[in-house]
């Protein structure tokens, strides 16, 4: 089948498995983001446990995509629901990292003078050190979504939905067009989430610095 007859013939398909691969990929990145950003102000504030957790997360990623649908598999099934939280898992590493080091990271004069204006632990963490780590942490966000998105395809491995689900049919037919569409569509996904990232993470930079040198 040529390519002008399947997006044609196939196109309402090709929307929903895209409209999938989105709705896994925005639950993977909330979650990922959630959890990372928390995970990192944590460790952040108590840096005895910054080296046994990001250990941890390291240790996580290096488990195969497989046997971590496995080891998951008896306790959320198989599925969506169950691609979506292993990629969880490996999604949010980046996060918890950049979050640690771009509070840890903050210049100690800013912390002393925000305490010699009256503030809070907690105010210092929401006005000063957050805004001035933001620009890092989104660096973290920006690779898990990149990452998010790209694993997303092989949920369709255990019975999920998104684009993955397009590619691995077409593997199955042997339908070399079949397999191209999916691919390529999963690439852009994945380019433009790095793109819009990249151009907030850019405009970030810029607006601490000016922050910095107001």
Do not use: C
């Not at 409209?19 to 990372?36: K, N």
């Not at 598999?73 to 990292?97: C, E, R």
């Amino acid at each position: 089948m040529d390519w002008t007859t399947y997006l044609t013939t196939r196109s309402d398909y090709l929307v929903k498995t895209t409209v999938d691969h989105l709705t896994m990929a925005a639950w993977v990145i909330a979650m990922a983001v959630s959890a990372g950003i928390v995970t990192g102000i944590f460790i952040a504030k108590l840096s005895r446990l910054a080296k046994p957790v990001l250990n941890l997360a390291s240790i996580i990623q290096t488990i195969p995509v497989l046997a971590m649908f496995a080891l998951l598999m008896p306790f959320v099934g198989i599925g969506s629901k169950a691609g979506v939280i292993a990629v969880t898992l490996y999604s949010v590493l980046p996060i918890i990292q950049n979050t640690y080091t771009g509070i840890t990271n903050v210049d100690p004069s800013f912390i002393d003078a925000g305490r010699g204006m009256g503030m809070t632990e907690r105010d210092l963490l929401i006005k000063v050190e957050l805004p001035l780590a933001m620009p890092v942490i989104l660096a973290g966000i920006r690779t898990a979504s990149v990452l998010a998105v790209a694993m997303i395809t092989l949920v369709a491995l255990i019975g999920g939905s998104g684009l993955g689900k397009v590619i691995f049919r077409g593997i199955t037919k042997v339908d070399n067009t079949e397999i191209m569409v999916g691919a390529i569509l999963a690439a852009i996904l994945a380019i433009l989430a790095d793109g819009i990232l990249g151009l907030a993470e850019k405009k970030l930079r810029w607006d601490s610095a000016k922050r910095v040198r107001g």
